[in-house]
């Protein structure tokens, strides 16, 4: 997965501070990406002797429902923001979304008074299944 850092400067993923001062493009022409769990700004050009690495940890002040959104977890798009958001913890976040179960998931979609909760199962079925995962993509940037 990961994201080119174009995309994530239009998904307003950055603040405007962090923006303007992303490089955007590599020295040897090819766009550039942002890793997963947002430590790094990488080249994906094997070939590329211009690599411009850069460290974007501690820099982005970014929320965790951001962090997450920047993992690309397309079972979960539409969902990361309103589940996660007012949350600065996986651990928080994790042990209400484990309480909670389906009803919590549908609440937080807004979609329990309209019949949502095949959906809100779907989501809170994948929200699960990524669990390791998302812990695993951004343990290095929540504790740096
Ligand atoms: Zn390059």
């Keep these: 997965m990961g994201m080119r850092v174009t995309e994530g400067i239009e998904k307003g993923l950055f603040s405007k501070e962090v923006a303007r001062d992303l490089e955007e493009v590599c020295g040897c022409g090819e766009p550039l990406y942002i890793s997963n769990g947002l430590s790094r700004v990488y080249c994906k050009n094997l070939e590329c002797s211009m690599r411009a690495f850069g460290d974007l940890r501690g820099k982005q002040g970014l929320e965790l429902w951001q962090l ?14 309103p589940i996660f958001s007012g949350y600065s913890s996986l651990e928080g ?27 809100a199962f779907q989501v809170y079925k994948y929200i699960i299944v990524y669990k390791q995962f998302i812990e695993r993509e951004l343990a290095e940037v929540l504790e740096g």
Excluded: H
Excluded at 68 to 81: D, F, M, Q, T
């Design 68 to 81: 997450i959104e920047l993992l690309g977890i397309p079972e979960l798009k539409g969902a990361v923001e």
């Design 93 to 119: 976040a994790y042990k209400d979304i484990e309480s909670g179960q389906v009803p919590f998931i549908a609440r937080r979609l807004g979609i329990e008074k309209s019949g949502g909760v095949a959906l």
